[in-house]
């Protein structure tokens, strides 16, 4: 079946680094589109990055932009997110999602039909 495993989460420091993974299995990965979306405690779902299948375009959101790169290797199946500068508003749960059909980097929750479990960044001050 198709299945999506983060890795990478945990606690970090303010204005540290962290690199999130995303394995994928099941599904043709390297025509997906593949994204990153997080969850704040209480909050709703919000847009991260994403990446088209070729990596020659991405998307990101406004309040990462500069300071997050997602990149991604079709030969390893895995997608990354590779976070700088975190912010104390960082904290949430990463999720990765794959949209299997379409071809641009779609900043909608609606467009991606996997998701994987999640897993946890917290930043320390």
């Known amino acids: 079946q198709v299945q999506l495993v983060e890795s990478g989460g945990g606690l970090v420091q303010t204005g540290g680094s962290l690199r999130l993974s995303c394995a994928a299995s099941?599904?043709?990965?390297?025509?997906?589109?593949m994204a990153w979306f997080r969850q704040p405690p209480g909050k709703e779902r919000e847009f991260v990055a994403a990446?088209?299948?070729?990596?020659?375009?991405?998307a990101y959101g406004d309040s990462v932009k500069g300071r997050f790169t997602i990149s991604r290797d079709n030969a390893k199946r895995t997608v990354y997110l590779q976070m700088n500068s975190l912010k104390p508003d960082a904290p949430a749960v990463y999720y990765c999602?794959?949209?299997?059909?379409?071809?641009?980097?779609?900043?909608?929750?609606?467009?991606?039909?996997?998701w994987g479990q999640g897993t946890q960044v917290t930043v320390s001050s």
């Open positions: 990446i088209a299948w070729s990596s020659t375009r991405t």
């Open positions: 999602a794959a949209d299997r059909y379409g071809s641009r980097p779609s900043s909608q929750m609606t467009e991606y039909e996997t």
């Open positions: 099941g599904l043709a990965f390297s025509t997906a589109t």
